[in-house]
């Protein structure tokens, strides 16, 4: 007699049954995955806040005032440039010529605008690699042209475009005022920490308090068009994005008037001219103006006293205004 040998395996249903279980597993797993990376991601963001908040506290400490906002008007630069030599980055200073007729955008310093700082870039950016300069824009008139070696162009195409890394942190130069006057109705409206140029100012001219007060602020995403964390198409009737390439280059004339906004959402918001101040989104509403980083839930801001903290998207109007003013008299916290 002929012996049949027993044959081990898995059935079509025993099978099917494996791969969903399976299937469910890392649905569950992934979201987990996910949240790790972006809680390691807002660590890091964290971390540079705070690295640049000290190097603004050491360049007081050097020369007792902190730099202006706006480093020159003619030729321009930003703030980042004088505090280069406290963020290890000596060499970098060095080779930017503060001098040259077109500063940030003059071609001398091409080489330095073309260097990747990594504490400048917030890892949860989606903005990868260099970005082209343009010139200052107006609001509801035009974007500007892009810088070349030798002018401007409109033609993106061409390969004289000058180029720079963007910077995800800002500092704003001013509050606007029909914001602030939403929320303090015929109050005078009163100055960030930091002067529009130079003088400095001085910390004790922080009389609400340095740790009631911003300084640096989470404003990423140039030199696109995000609202609400989304990428707006950018065409040529949607001009209401301030100065994407002269502001968002990390040498360049860095700074922003604080705003906040209506409650816009991507498909909602108007295309056309400038976009009002408006009550209902404050924090990731609209990187033209305002406090916004690409971390769900809200953004990152260096205090005055060198203290991080995360500002969530449902923080009233009120206290954001009211912690953006270095004298306004208000009485807030987040």
């Known amino acids: 007699m002929v012996r049949r ?35 390691a991601r807002r660590n890091s963001c964290i971390n540079n806040a705070k690295q640049l908040a000290l190097a603004y506290h050491n360049f007081h400490d050097t020369y007792r005032e ?10 321009k630069y930003g703030s980042t440039v004088f505090v280069l030599p406290f963020l290890e ?5 060095d080779l930017f010529d503060r001098d040259a007729a077109a500063g940030f955008a003059d071609p001398v310093n091409q080489a330095a605008a073309n260097t990747n700082v990594p504490i400048i870039r917030c890892p949860s950016s989606p903005v990868e690699g260099l970005i082209k300069m343009r010139s200052s824009s107006s609001t509801g008139s035009h974007y500007g042209d892009f810088l070349t070696t030798s002018g401007t162009t409109s033609d993106e195409s061409d390969p004289t475009i000058m180029t720079g890394w963007a910077s995800d942190y800002w500092v704003n ?6 914001s602030y006057d939403l929320y303090f109705p015929g109050a005078a409206r009163p100055d960030p920490i930091l002067n529009r140029y130079a003088p400095g100012s001085k910390m004790r001219d922080t009389t609400d308090g340095l740790s009631n007060t911003m300084m640096i602020l989470e404003h990423a995403g140039y030199d696109q068009h995000y ?12 001009t209401t994005l301030d100065q994407p390439g002269a502001w ?6 860095c700074a922003f008037q604080l705003q906040t906004y209506s409650n816009y959402t991507p498909t909602s918001y108007p295309t056309g001219g400038s976009t009002p101040s408006g009550i209902g989104c404050t924090v990731n509403c609209n990187n033209s103006q305002g406090l916004f980083g690409f971390h769900p839930g809200g ?7 060198g203290s991080v903290r995360f500002f969530n998207e449902g ?9 953006a003013s270095r004298n306004g008299g208000e009485v807030a916290q987040p």
Do not use: C, Y
């Not at 609202?227 to 949607?238: A, I, L, N, W, Y």
């Not at 968002?248 to 004339?253: H, M, S, V």
């Not at 953004?299 to 006293?305: F, K, L, S």
């Open 5 to 39: 040998r027993s044959q081990v395996g898995f059935t079509l249903v025993e099978l099917l049954v494996v791969i969903a279980i399976i299937g469910v597993l890392i649905g569950l797993l992934l979201p987990a995955v996910q949240q790790a990376r972006e809680a």
């Open 66 to 75: 902190f730099p202006p906002a706006r480093g020159s008007s003619s030729p």
């Open 89 to 93: 980055q000596g060499n970098l200073t």
């Open 173 to 178: 130069h001013l509050i606007s005022s029909s």
């Open 227 to 238: 609202v609400k964390g989304v990428g707006m198409p950018m065409p040529s009737t949607d």
């Open 248 to 253: 968002g280059t990390w040498l360049g004339w």
């Open 299 to 305: 953004a990152t801001v260096a205090m005055g006293d």
């Open 315 to 323: 923080m009233a109007g009120e206290v954001l205004m009211a912690l």
